[in-house]
């Protein structure tokens, strides 16, 4: 065990520096820098025929979750991270994006550092209310499956049940584990108060009209909903 104890204190050192930097005051052009980020992720997991989320899942989608990670560690493992959310409106419509943390801590063999970018299609209402809660696993509290995209995959997927969520990830192709390697997420309410100047909180943002979207978050929201028509 002693051999392994300077990397174990290296990471909790590195991960209370991360902790230090989520809990500083965030200034908005770096949310704004987030935002572009997330949307970027978007579009790159639409571009390849291996990763691109089909347009029936996307139509019928209630919810999107696009995640930016990195993860480092040696023996103990620390993840950081934002994602942004943005939900359907029982009037169809698609909601202003809302930001929140990506994060954990992990025991295990494991070395490097690699950036893991993720999108989740949330398909059912009760899912997506998992993003209301102070601190949420979809992996643990739903069912979810790899985005498949060979016709081979589809055909197969098709005899399956149904999942809560469909994961898309940039740095393994077709398939992450349904435990969902993104971790616990929460509701960022510094980044949101700060970004759209207001002091409402995620249910408020997602499902009402009180928080009017300033023209920074028109550019995800609009390509949102032209993917999902």
């Not at 990195?70 to 409106?89: E, I, N, P, W």
């Not at 998992?130 to 499956?145: I, S, W």
């Not at 081979?152 to 969520?165: D, W, Y």
């Amino acid at each position: 065990m002693k051999k392994f104890l300077p990397a174990i204190l290296c990471v909790a050192a590195l991960a209370s520096a991360l902790a230090a930097r989520a809990s500083a005051d965030v200034k908005r052009s770096t949310l704004v820098e987030r935002l572009d980020t997330c949307e970027a992720i978007l579009q790159d997991v639409q571009s390849s025929t291996k990763t691109a989320i089909s347009p029936e899942r996307l139509r019928n989608a209630r919810g999107i979750v696009i995640v930016n990670q990195v993860q480092a560690g040696f023996f103990v493992g620390v993840k950081d991270g934002y994602a942004v959310a943005l939900v359907r409106r029982p009037n169809g419509r698609w909601s202003v994006p809302a930001f929140l943390n990506a994060g954990e801590a992990s025991l295990g063999f494991q070395a490097g550092v690699k950036a893991i970018n993720t999108v989740l299609v949330i398909m059912d209402d009760a899912t997506v209310r998992l993003l209301l809660n102070r601190r949420f696993n979809f992996g643990a509290e739903a069912h979810a499956e790899a985005g498949i995209r060979t016709a081979e995959a589809e055909k197969v997927t098709r005899q399956l049940p149904s999942a809560n969520v469909y994961v898309y990830t940039l740095q393994e192709g077709l398939y992450l584990s349904a435990a969902l390697k993104t971790g616990y997420m929460s509701p960022n309410d510094d980044a949101n108060r700060v970004f759209y100047n207001t002091n409402n909180h995620l249910p408020e943002l997602l499902y009402s009209d009180w928080v009017q979207p300033p023209p920074e978050a028109h550019y995800i929201m609009d390509y949102v909903t032209r993917l999902s028509q």
